[in-house]
């Protein structure tokens, strides 16, 4: 049995405009239960642990999903929420893989926590699976290799794309188009079609570019663990 941690933001609204956000729930509840179900155990943490504020959106039709009805209704998993662990006692050498699920909210407080960083820097180093999905990859941005170099230069790597930010209208709300910046660090980007499912392994870096990724970007995750 594998230990995958989920780490998840603890930010609740877009930069000073009070608009909502947080973790994406489908992001987070698709892979749950992929990795359940392959009989892995998951652990939940977060920025400032306790109780991470959940995109209201993302619990509303029609962006709620199955995976997302189903974690709704599930108490282990809605205890497990409630009680996440505070990033900064999690250990890396304890978990097999880390997942970062979405939302905006990660752009604010993931993206440059040192716990975070360091984190994903030591767990890369290993050779252990470091997944991210849509706006997950923003955790990204920071983490260097050993040799000081960015973690995602010549990465095949992909995010919510700057065509899916201007479609729902959040491209003026945010202080940078994550698709930009991993351009600009020097990752090899790509994505598929709006709002379809793309995922991308280069090693074991993962990545999926959207909601609709989070099965199989989970399961990329799994073929590497197994």
């Known amino acids: 049995m594998a230990q995958i941690l989920m780490v998840l933001t603890s930010h609740n609204q877009i930069a000073e405009t009070g608009k ?13 239960y992929a990795f359940l179900e392959a009989g892995q155990e998951v652990t939940l943490a977060s920025v400032q642990g306790g109780l991470p504020p959940m995109d209201p959106e993302s619990c509303q039709a029609p962006d709620l999903k199955p995976a997302g009805q189903r974690f709704l209704e599930d108490q282990q998993a809605l205890w497990q929420l409630a009680n996440t662990t505070s990033l900064a006692d999690i250990t890396a050498e304890d978990f097999d893989a880390v997942f970062y699920p979405g939302g905006h909210g990660p752009i604010w407080d993931l993206a440059e926590n040192p716990h975070s960083v360091e984190l994903i820097e030591k ?69 598929g079609r709006k709002w379809t499912d793309f995922s991308v392994a280069d090693g074991h870096l993962i990545t999926g570019q959207n909601p609709a990724s989070s099965v199989s970007t989970a399961n990329k995750v799994l073929l590497l663990l197994n």
């Not at 983490?143 to 209208?169: W, Y």
């Open 20 to 32: 909502p956000t947080g973790f994406w729930l489908e992001e987070l509840a698709a892979p749950y």
């Open 123 to 191: 767990m890369y180093a290993a050779g252990k699976p470091v997944a991210s999905i849509c706006h997950g990859p923003v955790v990204l941005m920071h983490a260097k290799t050993r040799q000081g170099k960015p973690l995602v230069v010549n990465r095949k790597v992909t995010c919510f794309s700057n065509a899916e930010e201007i479609e729902v209208g959040m491209d003026v709300m945010l202080p940078y188009l994550l698709e930009d910046e991993l351009k600009r660090l020097g990752a090899d980007y790509m994505c």
